[in-house]
């Protein structure tokens, strides 16, 4: 199972840091991905971590502004929202990937989704 939490309205240029809880897994041996998906709008990814924390990949839209991490002996993934903009507004949530695995960019390499965290940024 995994839960995700931290979202809320703040305003454009504020920051917001999701956590990704799970459980059920041995979360550790998991490379992980955050995606967002706004109303009308398929889902997109924005960011992937390995198994151990050596490399991370994010998206064009979210590069430089928002950075994966996790704590494996909290079994936590995190995402550090920065400079928010109204365009970021959306439901984001975590995944799991291949065991043992550099991070992933497609999404159909991700076995499970959690349940999502609304992030809305105000003009």
Known sequence: QLVASGGGLVQAGGSLRLS???SGLTFEIYAMGWFRQAPGKEREFLASIS???TGR????SVKGRFTISRDNAKNTLYLQLNSLKPE????YSC?????????VVRSNEYDY???G???TVSS
């Open 20 to 22: 990704c809880t799970a």
């Open 51 to 53: 198994w151990d924390a």
């Open 57 to 60: 990949y994010y998206a064009d």
């Open 88 to 91: 970021d507004t959306a439901v």
């Open 95 to 103: 995944a799991v990937g291949p065991k043992y695995s550099d991070y």
């Open 113 to 115: 989704w959690g349940q």
């Open 117 to 119: 965290t609304q992030v």
